[in-house]
């Protein structure tokens, strides 16, 4: 029998003494963020080397290097998940022992990339799908591409001064108690998280907590409604420009399936990341209403307390930069491409290129019979 964890603030209750996590439901996810691991690193790298070449090629200031340089920050977002996700595993293959997150520096490290990457693919996603429905509603927009870096940073700016400014409030009102005699602790593991987070001893009871738990929570789901909304839009802007047209230009054609692409991933990742919205949104409202006994929902399942934050923090996440780099590579036929020659699998002569997915695609030229025919019969002549 697994002896129950302490109480944890943003987390449940402690269960019941007779509680105990599932060793074979952990073996199957510990196997799953292994598979996430051993795919999604080389699938990522060679979509970053992918999608670099293009932003290097491409003509300059042009919205094509714009969204490639997009699409190099998301990729590199989504190997530091696939990188990162090896303590996790090990730690579910081996009974939920801290192993490595037992070293308080490699605790503190993993805990604080794990509160900047996934708040960052929200920020990505939502910058990604927000940019290509400008340039779908004004086509003779070019997007400046300064608003990367520029946008990146600032976003970095707020999420650390929203988090980290809560834990440094809770210092500065705890740091004269009396309460205080043992030391704080700002990162901690828990055997039902299955990772790192923060923190701090009475975190859980005053105002720096309702900052850590609102900004969370703003910045994590926030954006999510008008993603959706920015998917919706694009999706019947391209119907309907689909519509007006029988036959699109090459140009505009390309545009369009650029933009479902897009679309594709923003959704994917809606789809992947829903767990974790719910997930927030529901302690932070309890957090206001104690009534609701959030914790003791949790608590009162095994499968809900030991399974469902590693499932949707973790597990969701990267499961998530595993299928982007399959929807790239069904979506845009010059990524298929590229993969195919880096494995060595040579490609079928005689094709020309046609758009798609904003690259070059490849279409054999079918087969004209009156072509033939009259060569057939040109031969005979002769």
Known sequence: MAEPPTQLPGHPATPPLDFSWNKGGDVFLGLVLTLCTL???PANVMAIRFFLK????????????????????????????????????????????KVLFSHSW?????????EIIPFYSVYLVGFLSFTRLTTLLNPNTTLPLYTIPLSTVLYIVVLAGCKGGAVALHYLQHSSSS???TPHKVFNFNTHSMYCFIFTRGFDDNDSWFMYSISSTVLMAGPIPLILTSC?????????????????????????????TIVIVTLVYLVYNIPVFLNYIAYTF????????????YGSSPALYYYAWVTSYVVCVALNALTNPVVYFLRMSAY???????VGVKLM????????????STKKEPLNLNKVINTAVRGQRL
């Not at 699409?71 to 022992?97: E, G, K, Q």
């Not at 490699?106 to 794990?114: D, K, N």
Request: charged share 20%; aromatic share 12%; glycine share 4%.
């Open 336 to 342: 298929r491409r590229f993969v195919l020659s880096e």
């Open 179 to 181: 309460c205080c005699h």
């Open 349 to 360: 002569s005689g094709e020309e290129t046609q758009s798609n997915s904003g690259y070059s």
């Open 232 to 260: 919706l839009v694009s999706l019947y802007k391209i119907r309907q420009a689909t519509l007006r047209s029988k036959s699109l230009s090459s140009s505009v054609e390309m545009q369009r399936q650029a933009s479902i």
């Open 39 to 41: 795919l999604g690193t």
């Open 106 to 114: 490699f605790c503190g490290t993993w805990a604080v990339l794990w």
């Open 286 to 297: 309890a957090s206001f209403h104690t009534d609701l006994e959030y914790r003791d929902m």
């Open 54 to 97: 293009h932003y290097k090629t491409s003509s300059s200031r042009s919205n094509k290097q714009f969204f490639n340089g997009v699409y190099v920050l998301i990729t590199l977002n989504d190997l530091l998940v696939s990188l990162t996700l090896f303590p996790v595993f090990v730690s579910l293959f081996l009974d939920r022992d």
